[in-house]
């Protein structure tokens, strides 16, 4: 089995160093990593289209690109590799990936780069951040990749996972849960400063608080806990609210038509 891994935190973060010796130590698996050069956190699905990539190799054997998570897995897919691998991994991440954190996540986007090339493919983070019990994050994703691989789920049709683990020591964490994904408040204001120069700066303030933390989400198994498994898709259409946009759409056809 073929395994190609990155992250969203850069080729040096400890989680994706803990990840690799994770995932190389399972019998019968070849893992190359492909990682960016430097954090690049919150650049979810981003594509760097108007300057040049380049590919170096560190002095452990890991590639690193001078772009984004996607980048990362977009080019090491359409030509770096060589091969198209059985299992895309990304992570394991510096912080929570839960609830709309998704869909800005850097971690979730180079997964789902992944995924759109008909990969399976896994986000893992841990819920807090500064590595605290980053071994037994890493020997949960070993096991469940080891058991997908088992269960003959690697290399079928291309699925998305998104996994959040706690930072517990291995015997505390609880066990699998299967969630939906929670809702967060709306991000904190704007951090505003004046440059040195006398310009006016502007910082991204943090993100908000659960909002939806209720039984059944990503953010309540992980606070009683447990490892939350988010399966997601890239489908965005709005199915259960098409019929309303059926006769919106006709409505607006006729008044434009007439204007």
């Not at 990840?19 to 990682?35: D, F, K, P, S, T």
């Not at 399976?120 to 980053?134: K, M, N, T, Y």
């Not at 990749?145 to 088992?150: C, G, K, S």
Request: hydrophobic share 45%; aromatic share 6%; charged share 15%.
């Amino acid at each position: 089995m073929k395994i190609l891994i990155s992250n969203d935190d850069g080729f040096q973060a400890p989680g994706i160093v803990a990840l690799h010796q994770a995932i190389a130590a399972i019998e019968g698996v070849e893992v190359e990593v492909v990682a960016p050069e430097h954090n690049n956190s919150a650049k979810s699905n981003a594509l760097t289209l108007h300057a040049p990539l380049y590919v170096h190799r560190a002095a452990n054997g890991f590639r690193y690109v001078n772009g984004t998570p996607a980048d990362c897995v977009h080019i090491a897919l359409t030509g770096l590799l060589g091969y198209r691998p059985d299992l895309v991994l990304s992570g394991i991440n510096n912080g929570a990936n839960m609830g709309d954190d998704t869909v800005y996540s850097g971690t979730v986007g180079a997964a789902m780069e992944g995924f759109l090339f008909g990969i399976p493919a896994i986000a893992f983070s841990q819920v807090e951040r500064g590595w605290e019990h980053l071994e037994a994050a890493a020997q949960k994703a070993r096991a469940m990749v080891a058991q997908l691989r088992q269960q003959q789920l690697v290399g079928a049709a291309p699925w998305l996972l998104n996994v959040n683990i706690p930072n517990l020591p291995l015997d505390a964490l609880g066990a699998l849960k299967l969630c939906r994904l929670g809702r967060r408040h709306a991000a904190e204001p704007v951090i505003t400063q004046t440059s040195p120069r006398g310009e006016t700066m502007y910082w991204i303030g943090s993100a908000g608080a659960a909002k939806d933390e209720s039984e059944g989400t990503d953010f309540h198994a992980t606070a009683q806990g447990h490892i939350a498994i988010t399966p997601l898709k890239v489908d965005l259409t709005d199915h259960q609210h098409l019929g309303y946009w059926g006769q919106t759409a006709a409505r607006l056809q006729t008044a434009m038509g007439q204007a």
